[in-house]
């Protein structure tokens, strides 16, 4: 089965509701390939690695959640850009990019498929353009969380327990409820505490963040930016390309971050 290009971009936006979101990057098509679509690669970042993978794949289509081109950069296509581009224009490979659309699609998006993976079911959203979720749990203290999720990711975790500094009594309270944010969400770590959270799970954390757990209570992990981000994209391209006939694979490029 194949696909035209603009029935493809219509099934992803569809699905995923661009225009609900204000976004750091353009979501949708970011670069324009070739017209008939057969075969789609999905991927966390469009990499020169990814990009080159999925050459090898033979893809006509690329899905994935950090494209190439974001608010701030200054719109030169040089160096790493210029790799990047080339790689795709030469082998007329469509590159299409959904940033917080997939981080927050109720079902096949990166919050809701790393619900998933860890065993949560949301109850709740939180936190700007409610790209936050929240969830029941039952956990005898954070400690247990870190373990739960590193076990489930497969990686370290960074955790920050409330009682790292004085705190004994907080570090080992039960864990009732759960919130996360997928990515580069610490900025999201005030909005659960206010959400009612015990502890908070995103990719990343930043030095505030950690004082802020110390002196909430509230417990914070960080387990990776990637490793957080890596089911979303191809639980949606794989939906929509069973839904257009198409074939899909995801490649995973390892990334410690
Ligand atoms: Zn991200």
Redesign the pocket.
């Known amino acids: 089965m194949s696909i035209h290009r603009s029935q493809l971009l219509q099934a992803f936006d569809s699905l995923l509701q661009p225009e609900r979101f204000k976004d750091y990057g353009p979501n949708g098509l970011q670069v324009e390939g070739k017209a008939v679509i057969r075969r789609v690669v999905s991927g966390v970042t469009a990499s020169r690695a990814l990009i080159e993978a999925a050459i090898a794949a033979q893809a006509d289509a690329i899905f994935v959640?950090?494209g190439l081109f974001w608010r701030g950069q200054d719109g030169r296509i040089t160096g790493w850009m210029k790799q990047r581009l080339q790689l795709l224009l030469a082998h007329d490979i469509n590159l299409f990019a959904y940033?917080l659309p997939l981080d927050a699609h109720a079902e096949l998006g990166n919050n809701a498929q790393l619900g998933r993976v860890l065993g949560f079911a949301a109850d709740a959203r939180f936190g700007e353009q409610d790209l936050g979720f929240a969830a029941p749990a039952a956990f005898d203290n954070v400690e247990t969380v870190a373990d739960h999720v590193a076990q489930a990711l497969g990686r370290t975790v960074t955790l920050v327990s409330p009682g790292d500094v004085g705190g004994g009594a907080a570090a080992r309270r039960p864990v009732r409820r759960v919130a996360w944010c997928?990515?580069?969400a610490q900025g999201y770590f005030e909005s659960a505490i206010a959400a009612g959270a015990d502890v908070f799970i995103t990719?990343e954390i930043s030095e505030p963040q950690a004082h802020l757990a110390r002196e909430t209570g509230v417990g914070f992990i960080a387990a990776g930016?990637h490793a957080t981000?890596r089911y979303g994209a191809p639980a949606v391209a794989a939906h929509v390309a069973d839904q257009c006939g198409l074939s899909h694979q995801f490649i995973e490029i390892d990334n410690p971050a």
Request: aromatic share 0%; charged share 10%.
């Open positions: 959640h950090h940033h997928t990515g580069g990719g930016h981000e």
